[in-house]
Structure formats: C-alpha cells, structure tokens
C-alpha cells in the first residue's frame, strides 16, 4: 500500500520575508504560529502562518541552497487558491493592504464569486465565496455553454 501524505503545505520563498508575513497578516488574516530567524544575518529561515486550517512555510531567499522567490525568477506560474466568507470584502482588505487586483470579484459558472490579486512578493492568490452550490456536471454544461461562439449557436 503507497504511504499517504498527511497535509500539504505550500512553501513561499520571498525576498523580505518578514514583510511578506506581516502582509499576509494584515491583508489576508493569516496568524503566525512561530518564526525561526537566522542568527547570523537576521533572515527568516523558516516560519509557519495558519491561513484558517491550513499551514503555509514562508522564508527568505537562499540562493544558495537554491531557495528563491518569484521576483528573482520574473513571477510564478503558481497560484494560491482561498475560500473566504466573501471575496468582496477580503479583495477590498488585500488592496487596501498593497496587493493589485489582477481580475476583479465576479459571479463565475462554477457558483463563485472569485477575484485573483497579486501580492507585494510576486504570488498570485484567488479569494473566492460560495454563493451557488453546483454540480461539477452542471458546471460543465455552463463551461461549455459559455465557450460556444455566436456564429454557432445559431
């Protein structure tokens, strides 16, 4: 039988981390369960923030242990996903904050309402509420109705 994992943790590398972590407080309503910081140069090394149930690492880079973050490698293609009890007012919090809308809150097929914005650090993170419960076969069926050009549905 293949071991299974027990919790998947994200980990964000950023140059600055200690302002990252007191971003993601201030803007997302994360908490810091501890920091670990460097004693020689005063980086964080390692620290672990709840977002709601789940843990996310964040440190500092080290590029020479390879540890670097998405400035230094022109963005990343990750994106970070969080259900909230409404993505109005959690985008408003996180612009008013520093982070820069990317696609505004609106109602999407799938009973969302969903809105992506970009952090100081170069992290992409969607909020999103449930405001319609939906199956993933009628999410389909809207998916694909919503791709059909003008010229065929006639």
Do not use: N
Request: aromatic share 10%; hydrophobic share 40%; with cysteine.
């Amino acid at each position: 039988m293949p071991l299974q994992p027990q919790q998947l943790c994200p980990y964000l590398i950023v140059k600055g981390a200690q302002q990252a972590i007191d971003f993601y407080v201030r803007a997302f309503g994360a908490s810091v369960d501890f920091s670990l910081i460097d004693p020689g140069d005063g980086r964080v090394g390692h620290a672990e923030l709840r977002f709601g149930a789940t843990r996310v690492f964040v440190a500092d880079e080290y590029p020479d242990f390879g540890a670097v973050g998405p400035e230094r490698l022109g963005g990343s293609p990750v994106k970070l996903h969080l259900d909230v009890d409404d993505a109005d007012a959690f985008v408003a919090q996180a612009v008013r904050e520093g982070a820069v809308i990317l696609r505004p809150v609106r109602t999407e097929f799938h009973g969302h309402r969903t809105g992506l914005v970009s952090d100081p650090f170069g992290y992409s993170w969607f909020a999103a509420s449930r405001v319609q419960e939906i199956s993933p076969e009628e999410m389909q069926r809207r998916w694909a109705a919503m791709m059909v050009k003008p010229e065929q549905a006639s």
